[in-house]
């Protein structure tokens, strides 16, 4: 839908899940800090989702360190305060200094019932609180089997675009992550990637408009690797990958990371 002359800035983001404890994290971050080089980090934008209570350790090596990687979260409550015991508000976040947040993870979709209302409702939050949500989207194997995709995406999409700002929409970030290929070592080709991708902009298109369109930066996630990185980010509608397992490597993550920083050359 895009040619590759107006390619939006890569975000490569590494999500934790619920590994690594505080200590385990600081080592991770400053592993990450000391190889992660001037070049790789200069065409591309980088953040890793460490668990909630790794966010303060984490922001500390960061900013300590002045190591050029944005934090993340992994989830945030609907609401920004009140009687809602044992969840974590935006606003919460952003005192953190947290820049993006996740949103609408399959996990969280099919492990927590969080269902499309939930979801729009997190957006808000996020954007509420002066974040960036990288809003996940993705189908299963089984609405793929019957050729589903394309409402799936569209309804995911348009329900989590219904409940923002539409001039909030170009800011936002948007992962393409088809359920059946996270955590699988199968990832999606970059053709289907490419297809997914320049669908959902597409419908961002119908939604908002061609400029946000235009700008909204969408990433693809789902066994993504250090081989398979590049190939995906020369896609016209790619825009970044949103990493699970192997964001738990340091040197596989920045490996993601160069590959994703030589593709925009
Ligand atoms: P994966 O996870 O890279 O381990 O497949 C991706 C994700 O859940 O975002």
């Given at each position: ?25 600081i080592h991770a971050a400053r592993d990450l800090g000391l190889r992660v080089q001037p070049a790789d980090a200069g065409p591309v ?203 738990l490597d340091a040197a596989a993550f920045v490996g993601i990371v160069r590959a994703a920083a030589i593709a925009t050359r």
């Amino acid at each position: 839908m895009t040619d590759a002359g107006s390619k939006r800035r890569p975000l490569v983001s590494g999500n934790w899940k619920m590994n690594f404890d505080h200590l385990q994290a600081i080592h991770a971050a400053r592993d990450l800090g000391l190889r992660v080089q001037p070049a790789d980090a200069g065409p591309v934008d980088i953040s890793v989702h460490p668990p909630f209570t790794d966010l303060r350790s984490v922001q500390s090596v960061i900013e300590g360190e002045g190591l050029p990687i944005a934090l993340g979260a992994q989830n945030c409550a609907v609401e920004d305060s009140g009687a809602f015991t044992g969840e974590v508000s935006a606003a919460m976040l952003a005192k953190l200094h947290v820049e993006y947040v996740i949103v609408g993870h399959s996990e969280r979709r099919q492990l927590f019932g969080e269902s499309d209302e939930v979801v729009a409702a997190k957006l808000k939050a996020v954007l509420r609180n002066g974040m960036t949500p990288i809003f996940c989207v993705g189908e299963t194997v089984d609405e793929r089997e019957v050729g589903l995709t394309r409402d799936r995406l569209a309804s995911q999409v348009e329900h989590g675009l219904g409940a923002v700002p539409q001039g909030a929409v170009a800011t936002m970030v948007i992962a393409y992550e088809p359920v059946w290929a996270i955590g699988t070592g199968q990832p999606a080709t970059p053709e289907d990637a490419q297809e997914a991708c320049s669908w959902i902009r597409e419908v961002v298109a119908r939604s908002v408009g061609a400029d946000p369109a235009g700008q909204v930066r969408i990433q693809y996630g789902g066994s993504v690797n250090a081989d398979n990185t590049e190939p995906l980010l020369r896609c016209a509608d790619v825009d970044g990958v949103l990493v699970g397992g192997a964001s738990l490597d340091a040197a596989a993550f920045v490996g993601i990371v160069r590959a994703a920083a030589i593709a925009t050359r």
